[in-house]
Every structure is written in structure tokens, then in C-alpha cells.
């Protein structure tokens, strides 16, 4: 078969497949991305405003999971969290559950961003300006509020290079789902070159989807960034 | 030490953490470690020498690949940035896989390949390890040179013009040394980063912890254990790796001062 | 017959969690003309109808889950797959961990060399050379036994595909594998071009097992048990035969 019929999206072609392992790949990135965030929020707060008991907890976590390759995490995590979450079930007296490959998959790379996003965030929030805080406490605004109008968009301008730069490993570390055998883009194009014995072709084509996604997702974080620091002087835009 | 330990929180985290070390000694199943701990060692030398290996012939190719970006003309630094991108672009396990099985799948086509006196040496897997890992780390590392180049102070580069400096020497008095000793602080992340790279070159039959790991797991069927064991190594070889580049950065600064 | 179907069916309905689909752990790399998955996603293959056709005998609903080959025994155990129906041989080592159903087939070992490069399939034939396996079956145990101490070298592979294509590369020397697998391989043009069956190896049942089954958790025997009833049924009603004679001339089920 010629390069084109091989990419065609109907069967024979395996174009198709390739798109499926794609839309698997984004989900799992958005959603690994997402509960990173949620973690990384709270862990950053936690490592700024909480007690040095939690301090020293995340301390742990984040340089644990900052230092031990993510391969491993994914394998101890991927078999140890279905099969501790089944035993805790059991435990309890209720049925085993199921836990499909896409829940554990956000799971475990939630918890590995989560670390990552920790350490950018607890930056960016400590980047900004303490008198704008000390005057919306003078002021009396309650813990929450402050947070959500004053700290979260003032630090937002100097988190997203770092938040940018975590997407783009999202994307490209759901790839080593392929070793535990989560059919997301890297392991259909894999499927695809063992069978069709056609390997530069698919793995070109796996690796032009993977980087026109990071090169769409550039641009989209420049522009977010532009609109997150609108007011800023001209200075600190031209910093980076 | 004393003031880290003082806290009355730390001791009370630090007899936890004991009781749960001991608790995995002594709970889980480590019979298996006597038998495999020869092989384990080869694995951990492999991990080292590959992260090794693959740092400085990364940074050497960085070098020109950032420079060419910094200061190049065109020709030079559109190829430079094209491959930074496209390295930066793609997961790792896919340019492993394309380097591998790629090129493999080109042997039958191109018989003389399998003559040639390099065959030996091309028939094994580390050599394409090693190319991919060398690339990955340049792609990476070549963006961190670009910045350092371009935040050498040009006030620097016209005086030294001005003396009448070759552009040679320009380059290797004032540019490099510069621009290297802005990356070092980087450096020690970058090569935990690389470290942590290596356990993806097991996919293509090079035995190194990781593979060490698996191969226990699928001839005992234990899970758990094989993989908190490389859990530990790999963050006593990261400790290691940050604890050497601390004591090179306080060198630097004695030495060309 | 009809009563032991029937008894089974019994234990079944007693078995509350096997209302649900039964959860069969296949690895998703492609492994022809067993189980491989085609273009538009779907599984195919001899395997792939035989599992179709004990579970359809039984009345029960399955769903067939990828798990990669190298984890397919922790996903049995924690629970991710409830059987594990992947030309698993069934040995003694294995046996320890999980249980087997009965064979559902058994085809010799075979060793598949470049062509003029291993004279016969022993270790004399085989002094010097790379040998490729996959990672983590009975043929990576068989290897390592009778060829660990002539061959220059064993690589594991994660599946058998690799290996072959390793083959073909040149970067080893022969690959040991079961034979309808490396038949069809042989069958490929790249496999025709490059290489030769040298023959069956000796047989050793402690190493290659007693035949392809059906891995289960250790203590599920009513799943055991629905499965070894399916494939009597098949095999009584001509089923397995007739599946068998789409894909193969003569029988694999191994007597």
C-alpha cells in the first residue's frame, strides 16, 4: 500500500485508529491536567500557608515524584491505586469495582503533575507583590475571596510559562501509557507499524500529530499569557 | 542536620517514615532480591554510564545547536530551531521507537549496511539508546544554550572586538565560558531529567534497572516490591547526580574568578 | 455432557460477580494469526473467535480489555481482568500464581533462523548465536535453559512482533516462538525473504507447558469451571473445528 492509503482514515487505512488514539491521548491529558491543577493549588497553598507538618508532607511528595522517573510512578501507581482502591472496597464489604484504563491513567498523571504544578504555582504565588495582600487583608476580605480576586489572577501572568510548559509534558507523557497497554496515540501507531511493517511512515505521522499539537498549544498559551498580564507594565512582558 | 532535625514535628515524621521502612522489609516479600542483586548492579551501572554518556555528548551538541540560534545566520539557525522544536515537540518513547524499528526496518533494503566493519556495533540496541538520548538532551539543553548566549552582555563582545580579539578566541575567552556557567544552575535538573529519561530504552532490549525491575516482575510475578525498589535507586541516583553538580557549582566560581 | 453444561451453568448463576461481562485480558500487540487487532479497531484472529464461541456456548456476556502482555498477570490478580485468554501457555511456574483452565490448544516450539544461519534447533546449532524471545514466556524459560549456555546472547522483547521484526533487521540471529505464529510470520514477504524454519525443539512439559489455557484468579472456579464447559462444547459441537479450518490445515488442538 502507498504512504497515502496507509493514512487513509477508513479501514484499510489505519488513519482512523491513529485519530482515536489521539482523541484517548487529549482526554487523558486534559484530565491529568486538570486534577494536576486542582493538586497543585492546594498543594502550593499548603506549602505556603500551611502547618510545617504539611509543609514537610508535600515537601516529600513533590521531590519524590520530581526525582523517580515517571515510567515507574506510572507502574506502581497504575497497579498499586486500582488494586489498593479494590482492597480498601473489599475491605469495606462492598464488590470490586472496575477501573476503566482512562480514569487510572488521569489518575496517575494527575498525581505526577500535581507535583510539578505544586512547585510552579507556589513560585508564581510568591511572586506576587506582598502590599497588594496586606491591603486586601487591611481592607478585611475574607481568606477566599482574597485568593480569588487578588491572588490567583496577579500570579496567573507568572505561572503560565511554567503551566505552558506542564501541558506540553501532559501530552507527551501520556505516550508512556503505550507500556501499560492504554491504546492512546503512541501505542495505535505502534499497532499500526507492527502490522503494516510500514514503521518510518506511522511513526512520522504519530510524531507530526504530537508536535502540532505542542506548536497549537504555544501559541495558545502566548496569547493566554498576553491577556493574563494586560495592565502590567511593558517591562515585565518583555522579560520572558 | 541538628537544626533541621530540631522540630519536634520532623522526629515524629522521621520515626514514621522508619516504622514504614521497616514495615516494607519486613511485610513484603524480598527473597528474590539475593539472587538478582548481581544483575541489578549491572543495571544501575548501565542507568549511570547511559545518563552519563548521554549528558555530555548532549551538551556538546547543544552548544552549536544554541549558538547557531543566539548568533547564526539564517541557514544556520532555522535548521537549529527546526530540530529543538520537533524534540521538544515529540514524547521521547516515539523518537526511541523511530530511531530503532525505523532504521531497522531499513536494513533488508540496504544489504551492504549488514557488511560493513561497523555492523557488529550497529546490530546491538545501546548504540541507538545512546543516539536518541543524546538527541533528546540536546533539543532541550540547545534551547537553555540559545537563552545563555544571548544574555552575554554585548558590551562584552564589542570590547573584546575592539582589542582587536579574533572571533575565535572571542568565542572560546568570553562567549562560552560565559554562557556555560548561566546554564550550570540549570544543569543539575536537566540531568535528573535525563536520568529519568533512560528507564524508556528498556522498550528496545537495553538492559538497565528498569529492565533489571521487569524481568523480576515477569519471572517471580511480584509487582510491588521489584518497583519500590527502583523507586529508591532511582532516587538515590537523582540525590547523587544533584549532590555532585552542588559541589561543581561552588568550584566554578573560586576557580575562574 | 448436557448434565456437566448444565452444572456448570448452576455454579455460574451462583457466582454473583459474573453477572457482569467477563473481562478477557488480551495484550494489544498484534500477535497473528492468534489475535491481532485490524485497521478499523477490531479484534480478529483464531483466538478471537474460539473465546467468542466458549463464552457465546456458555450464554455469558464477555468484553475483551487490551492490557500489555509484560503486566497481564498483576492485571489478573488486582482485578483489571478477569481471565486471561492470550495463547498463555499453562506451566507449573505460572501455576503458582494463577489458576488454568483446560488446553485449548497445544502446537510445538519452533526456531525460526536467518537463512543459512543455524544449522539445527539445539544448542550446538545455535553456539554463537543472538537468540530473540518474547519477555516472559515459556519460551524466554525454555531459551535460557538449553541455549543460555552456547548462544553469544537471549534477548527478551516485549512481543513477538519486535522480535520478528529484529529478525528481519539482521540485529539477531534466530527468534523462538510457538510454530503457527512463526508459520505466519514465514508467510509474510519480509519473513519469506530473510529467513527459514529450522525445526521443533526437544520438548520439555516442565518448561513449555501443557498446552494454551485459560489463566484465571486463583479460588475463581466457577469462571474455571464456565470456561472448561465451553470448550467441551466446542469441541463436541464442531465449532472449534470448524474455526480451526479457517485459519489452519490441520488441527492445532494437539492430542
Given at each position: 500500500m502507498s504512504t497515502l492509503e496507509l493514512l487513509a482514515l477508513q479501514p484499510p487505512g489505519w488513519?482512523?485508529?491513529?485519530?482515536?488514539?489521539?482523541?484517548?491521548?487529549?482526554?487523558?491529558?486534559?484530565?491529568?491536567?486538570?486534577?494536576?491543577?486542582?493538586?497543585?493549588?492546594?498543594?502550593?497553598?499548603?506549602?505556603?500557608y500551611g502547618g510545617p507538618v504539611l509543609r514537610d508532607l508535600l515537601e516529600v511528595y513533590t521531590t519524590v515524584v520530581r526525582a523517580v522517573p515517571e515510567l515507574i510512578l506510572i507502574l506502581i501507581l497504575y497497579f498499586g491505586l486500582t488494586d489498593l482502591v479494590n482492597q480498601i472496597l473489599v475491605e469495606m464489604g462492598r464488590d470490586r469495582i472496575q477501573i476503566s484504563g482512562v480514569i487510572a491513567g488521569i489518575a496517575v498523571l494527575g498525581v505526577v503533575q500535581g507535583a510539578y504544578s505544586t512547585e510552579v504555582l507556589r513560585g508564581a504565588i510568591l511572586a506576587v507583590p506582598h502590599g497588594q495582600i496586606e491591603a486586601a487583608?487591611?481592607?478585611?476580605?475574607?481568606?477566599?475571596?482574597?485568593?480569588?480576586?487578588?491572588?490567583?489572577?496577579?500570579?496567573?501572568g507568572n505561572a503560565i510559562p511554567g503551566l505552558a510548559n506542564l501541558w506540553l509534558i501532559a501530552t507527551k507523557d501520556t505516550a508512556l501509557l503505550a507500556v501499560v497497554g492504554f491504546s492512546e496515540l503512541t501505542l495505535e501507531t505502534r499497532q499500526a507499524a507492527g502490522t503494516t511493517k510500514a514503521y518510518f511512515t506511522?511513526?512520522?505521522?504519530?510524531?507530526?500529530?504530537?508536535?502540532?499539537?505542542?506548536?497549537?498549544?504555544?501559541?495558545?498559551?502566548?496569547?493566554?499569557?498576553?491577556?493574563?498580564?494586560?495592565?502590567?507594565?511593558?517591562?515585565?512582558?518583555?522579560?520572558? | 542536620m541538628i537544626a533541621f532535625l530540631r522540630p519536634r514535628h520532623r522526629q515524629v515524621l522521621l520515626v514514621a517514615g522508619a516504622a514504614l521502612v521497616a514495615w516494607c522489609i519486613h511485610a513484603l516479600d524480598w527473597s528474590w532480591l539475593p539472587a538478582y542483586w548481581p544483575l541489578f548492579l549491572r543495571g544501575i551501572w548501565a542507568t549511570v554510564w547511559l545518563t552519563a554518556l548521554t549528558t555530555v555528548l548532549g551538551l556538546v551538541l547543544a552548544i552549536p545547536l544554541g549558538f547557531a540560534q543566539a548568533a547564526g545566520p539564517w541557514f544556520l539557525a532555522w535548521p537549529a530551531l527546526a530540530f529543538c522544536t520537533i524534540i521538544r515537540g515529540t514524547p521521547l518513547l516515539l523518537q526511541i521507537w523511530l530511531i530503532y524499528y525505523g532504521l531497522g526496518s531499513l536494513f533488508p533494503q540496504f544489504p551492504w549496511i549488514r557488511q560493513s566493519d561497523l555492523w557488529p556495533i550497529l546490530r546491538q540496541a545501546w548504540?541507538?539508546?545512546?543516539?536518541?538520548?543524546?538527541?533528546?538532551?540536546?533539543?532541550?539543553?540547545?534551547?537553555?544554550?540559545?537563552?545563555?548566549?544571548?544574555?552575554?552582555?554585548?558590551?562584552?563582545?564589542?570590547?573584546?572586538r575592539a582589542m582587536g580579539m579574533p572571533r575565535l578566541t572571542l568565542f572560546r575567552r568570553i562567549w562560552l565560558p560565559q554562557a556555560l556557567r548561566k546554564v550550570l544552575p540549570t544543569l543539575s535538573g536537566e540531568t535528573v531529567l535525563q536520568m529519568k529519561a533512560t528507564p524508556l530504552v528498556a522498550t528496545i532490549t537495553v538492559v538497565e534497572t528498569y529492565a533489571v525491575a521487569s524481568r523480576v516482575r515477569q519471572d517471580t510475578f511480584i509487582v510491588y516490591e521489584p518497583l519500590l525498589l527502583l523507586a529508591v535507586v532511582y532516587l538515590a541516583i537523582a540525590a547523587v547526580i544533584v549532590l555532585v553538580f552542588r559541589h561543581f557549582e561552588r568550584m566554578v566560581p573560586t576557580r575562574t574568578a | 455432557m448436557k448434565t456437566l453444561i448444565l452444572a456448570a451453568a448452576l455454579t455460574l448463576g451462583a457466582g454473583a460477580a459474573l453477572a457482569e461481562p467477563v473481562k478477557v485480558g488480551m495484550a494489544p500487540e498484534p500477535y497473528p494469526p492468534f489475535a491481532s487487532m485490524d485497521a478499523s479497531g477490531k479484534w480478529v484472529g483464531w483466538e478471537i473467535e474460539i473465546v467468542d464461541a466458549i463464552f457465546k456456548s456458555q450464554g455469558m456476556e464477555y468484553t475483551i480489555v487490551p492490557v500489555a502482555w509484560d503486566g497481564i498477570i498483576p492485571a489478573l490478580?488486582?482485578?483489571?481482568?478477569?481471565?486471561?485468554?492470550?495463547?498463555?501457555?499453562?506451566?507449573?511456574?505460572?501455576?503458582?500464581?494463577?489458576?488454568?483452565?483446560?488446553k485449548y490448544y497445544n502446537?510445538?516450539?519452533?526456531?525460526?533462523?536467518?537463512?543459512?544461519?543455524?544449522?539445527?534447533?539445539?544448542?550446538?546449532?545455535?553456539?554463537?548465536?543472538?537468540?530473540?524471545?518474547?519477555?516472559?514466556?515459556?519460551?524466554?524459560?525454555?531459551?535460557?535453559?538449553?541455549?543460555?549456555?552456547?548462544?553469544?546472547?537471549?534477548?527478551?522483547?516485549?512481543?513477538?512482533?519486535?522480535?520478528?521484526?529484529?529478525?528481519?533487521?539482521?540485529?539477531?540471529?534466530?527468534?523462538?516462538?510457538?510454530?503457527?505464529?512463526?508459520?505466519?510470520?514465514?508467510?509474510?514477504?519480509?519473513?519469506?525473504?530473510?529467513?527459514?524454519?529450522?525445526?521443533?525443539?526437544?520438548?520439555?512439559?516442565?518448561?513449555?507447558?501443557?498446552?494454551?489455557?485459560?489463566?484465571?484468579?486463583?479460588?475463581?472456579?466457577?469462571?474455571?469451571?464456565?470456561?472448561?464447559?465451553?470448550?467441551?462444547?466446542?469441541?463436541?459441537?464442531?465449532?472449534?473445528?470448524?474455526?480451526?479450518?479457517?485459519?489452519?490445515?490441520?488441527?492445532?488442538?494437539?492430542?
Open positions: 488513519g482512523g485508529n491513529l485519530l482515536r488514539g489521539l482523541a484517548n491521548s487529549i482526554q487523558i491529558a486534559v484530565g491529568a491536567y486538570g486534577l494536576g491543577l486542582a493538586i497543585g493549588t492546594a498543594g502550593a497553598y499548603g506549602k505556603i487583608r487591611a481592607m478585611g476580605m475574607p481568606a477566599g475571596m482574597l485568593a480569588r480576586r487578588i491572588t490567583l489572577p496577579l500570579m496567573l506511522f511513526f512520522m505521522a504519530a510524531g507530526a500529530i504530537y508536535l502540532a499539537i505542542t506548536l497549537l498549544s504555544q501559541w495558545g498559551f502566548a496569547r493566554a499569557e498576553r491577556w493574563a498580564r494586560r495592565g502590567e507594565p511593558a517591562v515585565a512582558a518583555g522579560a520572558r | 548504540p541507538y539508546a545512546v543516539l536518541a538520548l543524546t538527541l533528546s538532551y540536546a533539543g532541550y539543553e540547545g534551547e537553555v544554550m540559545r537563552g545563555a548566549f544571548k544574555s552575554v552582555p554585548r558590551g562584552q563582545l564589542e570590547a573584546a | 490478580t488486582s482485578g483489571q481482568i478477569d481471565t486471561i485468554m492470550n495463547s498463555m501457555s499453562i506451566t507449573d511456574e505460572r501455576l503458582r500464581t494463577i489458576d488454568f483452565s483446560d502446537t510445538p516450539t519452533v526456531i525460526v533462523a536467518a537463512k543459512g544461519a543455524v544449522a539445527s534447533p539445539d544448542a550446538e546449532g545455535l553456539a554463537g548465536k543472538i537468540i530473540g524471545v518474547q519477555v516472559s514466556t515459556v519460551h524466554q524459560n525454555y531459551a535460557e535453559k538449553y541455549f543460555a549456555g552456547s548462544a553469544a546472547e537471549i534477548k527478551t522483547y516485549q512481543t513477538q512482533d519486535e522480535a520478528n521484526q529484529d529478525l528481519v533487521a539482521g540485529r539477531i540471529d534466530a527468534v523462538q516462538a510457538d510454530s503457527i505464529a512463526l508459520d505466519a510470520f514465514l508467510a509474510t514477504e519480509a519473513g519469506a525473504a530473510c529467513c527459514e524454519l529450522v525445526g521443533a525443539v526437544k520438548d520439555d512439559p516442565e518448561i513449555l507447558g501443557r498446552g494454551v489455557g485459560a489463566g484465571v484468579r486463583k479460588g475463581d472456579d466457577a469462571l474455571r469451571e464456565a470456561i472448561n464447559a465451553g470448550i467441551k462444547a466446542i469441541r463436541a459441537d464442531g465449532t472449534y473445528d470448524a474455526i480451526t479450518a479457517k485459519y489452519f490445515a490441520s488441527s492445532i488442538y494437539g492430542d
